[in-house]
């Protein structure tokens, strides 16, 4: 079983910065190459991928709408996974997950080979 609990999430305005993170527990999964992704859900859309990384850190892909501007890391000190998001836009404003899949995967990957999910933070860029 694994728990995820996301923070970072809060009100900022288009062109700042806000840092996700994304604390695991329940399992030696760190250890193993699985897969930690980011999704976001604006009201009335589908989730939509985000980034995802391997728990070896090895970065895997991001989603076009996010290239270039987030970041995503894993802090080994913390035990995290995070997600810097730099140049906000209103258009990012959503409900960001943090979601865990056992084995490796590709960016991309649709949400529902997702097997654990955290709570979700509200990230909201006003303009």
């Known amino acids: 079983q694994v728990q995820l609990v996301e923070s970072g999430g809060g009100l900022v305005q288009a062109g700042g910065s806000l840092r996700l993170s994304c604390a695991a527990s329940?399992?030696?999964?760190?250890?193993?190459?699985?897969?930690i992704a980011w999704f976001r859900q604006a009201p009335g859309k589908e989730r939509e991928f985000v980034a995802v990384?391997?728990?070896?850190?090895?970065?895997?892909g991001y989603g076009d709408s996010v290239k270039g501007r987030f970041t995503i890391g894993r802090d080994v000190a913390k035990n995290t996974v995070y997600l810097q998001m730099n140049s906000l836009k209103p258009e990012d404003t959503a409900v960001y997950y943090c979601a865990f899949k056992w084995g490796p995967t590709a960016a991309g990957t649709p949400s529902t080979s997702y097997s654990y999910w955290g709570q979700g933070t509200q990230v909201t860029v006003s303009s």
């Open positions: 990384i391997r728990t070896s850190g090895s970065v895997v």
């Open positions: 329940g399992s030696t999964f760190f250890l193993n190459s699985d897969t």
